[in-house]
Nanobody, 126 residues
Framework: QVQLVESGGGLVQAGGSLRLSCAAS????????MGWFRQAPGKEREFVSGMSWSRTSQYYGDSVKGRATISRDNAKNTVYLQMNSLKPEDTAVYYC???????????????????WGQGTQVTVSS
């Protein structure tokens, strides 16, 4: 079992930046593919970014490409999502997720992730 706890959300003006953190505890973190998803009211959960355990594979959703950077510190069991040039349409609950069965390539499908955090709210004002 893995427990994931997100932090770093909040209210920010358009054009601003936020860094989200996801702290993992429990089983071995270093072998998990980690992902970030988001869900806005009335919308489906959307893939934001994913990173392999070795950091060699990083994927981004089209809506955040060029504005987001995922990173992980395996020594701290933490994955980060840096979001820049935030837009009102980035407003959503952001979730961290862990995939323990992947061969190393981050999936864009929420169904492939085994563990989820409780989410952190990001609100971007115009």
């Amino acid at each position: 079992q893995v427990q994931l706890v997100e932090s770093g959300g909040g209210l920010v003006q358009a054009g601003g930046s936020l860094r989200l953190s996801c702290a993992a505890s429990g089983r071995t973190f270093t072998r998990y593919v980690m992902g970030w998803f988001r869900q806005a009211p009335g919308k489906e959960r959307e893939f934001v970014s994913g990173m392999s355990w070795s950091r060699t594979s990083q994927y981004y959703g089209d809506s955040v490409k060029g504005r987001a950077t995922i990173s992980r510190d395996n020594a701290k069991n933490t994955v980060y999502l840096q979001m820049n040039s935030l837009k009102p349409e980035d407003t959503a609950v952001y979730y961290c997720a862990a995939d323990e069965h992947s061969g190393g390539f981050p999936s864009r499908s929420a169904d492939d992730y085994d563990y989820w955090g409780q989410g952190t709210q990001v609100t971007v004002s115009s």
